[in-house]
């Protein structure tokens, strides 16, 4: 067990910052799902905006490898551009 008032305080703070980034991810792994799993254009728009936007504050906070991001925004932008060709 640790002593130190150091480890002690990390200790803490690696369980809250492990916390938020499970959610965070779950978070987004949710938005990517409703928005893969939508059937129109306008649904599909609100959403976009939103999935994309979150992908970057995940990727700029160093949860998500830039090109992870890079890779799920281009998946999600060819879907959403499948819309506008039918």
Same mark, same amino acid.
């Given at each position: ?20 980034? *499970?959610?965070?991810? /779950?978070?987004?792994?949710? &938005?990517? +799902?409703?928005?893969? $799993? ?16 979150? *992908?970057?504050?995940? /990727?700029?906070?160093?949860? &998500?490898? +830039?090109?992870?991001? $890079? ?16």
């Amino acid at each position: 067990m640790d002593r130190h008032l150091q480890q002690i305080k990390r200790t803490r703070q690696d369980v809250q910052r492990h916390a938020t980034n *499970l959610k965070n991810k /779950s978070k987004m792994r949710n &938005l990517i +799902k409703k928005f893969m $799993a939508s059937n129109s254009h306008d649904e599909a728009a609100g959403l976009y905006n939103e999935t994309v936007s979150f *992908l970057d504050k995940m /990727s700029q906070k160093g949860i &998500l490898h +830039k090109n992870t991001a $890079a890779r799920k925004k281009s998946q999600i932008t060819r879907h959403f551009n499948s819309f506008a060709k039918s």
